[in-house]
């Protein structure tokens, strides 16, 4: 009776153990598929950033926190994309090494930057000049042919999505070459070529410094403002 005893209790603690370890590889594959949904989520659909800098006021003000996707069926004017500015002044081959590994790191490494999506060394733009636009700039403010039209028109004159951007009235007798150009004559944008400009159009860099950008130079693009409160807004 002795023995029997001591098996049935040798038993019952066999399948409790097992239980236990049945239970805890179910707790770890579970915890496991969330990182693996949330970080696909994250690289994929949707992840926030934040804007560190005052280029973008005062429609997005320092400090702002935004969640962007990079899915990008379409680029329209007034879009606010997000660019990795080290990349743009780089090579093409250096380019495509930097979105393998992106792509491999699901968006949370690359060439530029050892930190996350709230790296300074990224920033977020407007596009004001689409592919067939020819476009000019007076007074720190575009003006837009579109394709296939026969005037000019302002930027806020053409855009879907109304904003506000931070200019001053610079003396007759500034020096253009200090700092950022205030006009520049008409461009023509080529098919897949975008032309973006910050907000606060006096001291941020944008393609006034960069050149004309391709879409596969984007990153993501905006979807909401969600931090401050008071300023919550969909793009």
């Known amino acids: 009776m002795k023995k029997s005893y001591n098996s049935d209790l040798y038993s019952i603690s066999y399948k409790m153990k097992k239980e236990r370890r049945r239970k805890i590889l179910l707790w770890i594959f579970n ?17 926030p950033v934040r804007e560190r800098s005052n280029s973008m006021t005062p429609d997005i003000p320092q400090k702002s926190m935004l969640f962007v996707t990079p899915i990008i069926p379409e680029v329209k004017r007034g879009d606010v994309l997000l660019i990795d500015k080290d990349s743009l002044l780089d090579s093409i081959p250096k380019k495509f090494l930097n979105s393998v590994i992106r792509c491999f790191t699901f968006q949370q490494k690359g060439l530029y930057s050892d930190s996350d999506h709230l790296s300074s ?34 930027e806020f004159e053409l855009t879907e999505k109304p904003y506000d951007i931070e200019v001053f009235n610079l003396p007759a007798e500034w020096d253009e070459s200090i700092g950022l150009k205030s006009e ?47 300023k919550i807004r969909l793009f």
Do not use: Q
């Open 121 to 154: 060394k990224m920033a977020l733009r407007r596009v004001v000049g689409v592919p067939g636009d020819t476009i000019y700039m007076k007074n720190f403010i575009v003006y837009v042919k579109p394709e296939g039209e026969k005037h000019f028109l302002s």
């Open 184 to 230: 520049f004559s008409p461009v023509t944008l080529g098919p897949n070529e975008y032309y973006l400009l910050a907000d606060n159009r006096f001291s941020s860099m944008d393609c006034r410094y960069w050149g004309i950008i391709k879409k596969d130079d984007v990153i993501a693009k905006t979807l909401v403002l969600y931090f401050p409160f008071t």
């Open 31 to 47: 915890i496991l598929g969330i990182v693996i949904i949330l970080n696909l989520i994250l690289s994929f659909l949707i992840f």
